[in-house]
């Protein structure tokens, strides 16, 4: 098993800046998508920002120009912004995609999940 640990979050007030790190007990990124989501209270959990195993770059609408996520190695990063209220929430990081396991090119699919690290913004 793969574990992801994470780091970074705590209280920020609105306008602020935090960076979440996720570290990786083996490194597996750079041969994964992988991505950073977040969840409030009452909510459904959702995508903030990710990138795929070949490189390519997405991100939330509602955090465009705030929010940037990188990988290297054994570590990703969320670089959060110009926070605001609502960001507030529960943030996860996850690393997915698959290995060959034999001669045939057979696929197992991994989806590791971060234990997910809080984030407050609040005056």
């Known amino acids: 098993q793969v574990h992801l640990l994470e780091s970074g979050g705590g209280l920020v007030q609105p306008g602020g800046s935090l960076t979440l790190s996720c570290a990786a007990s083996?490194?597996?990124?750079?041969?994964?998508?992988v991505g950073w989501y977040r969840q409030a209270p009452g909510k459904e959990r959702e995508l903030v920002a990710q990138?795929?195993?070949?490189?390519t770059l997405s991100v939330a609408d509602s955090v465009r120009g705030r929010f940037a996520i990188s990988r290297k190695d054994a570590m990703m990063y969320l670089q959060m912004n110009s926070l605001k209220p609502e960001d507030t929430a529960v943030y996860y990081c996850?690393?997915?995609?698959?290995?060959?396991?034999?001669?045939?090119?057979?696929?197992?699919?991994?989806?590791?999940w971060g234990q997910g690290t809080q984030v407050t913004v609040s005056s």
């Open positions: 083996r490194n597996i990124f750079s041969r994964s998508t």
């Open positions: 996850n690393a997915k995609g698959f290995v060959i396991v034999n001669v045939e090119g057979a696929k197992r699919e991994f989806d590791y």
């Open positions: 990138i795929s195993s070949g490189g």
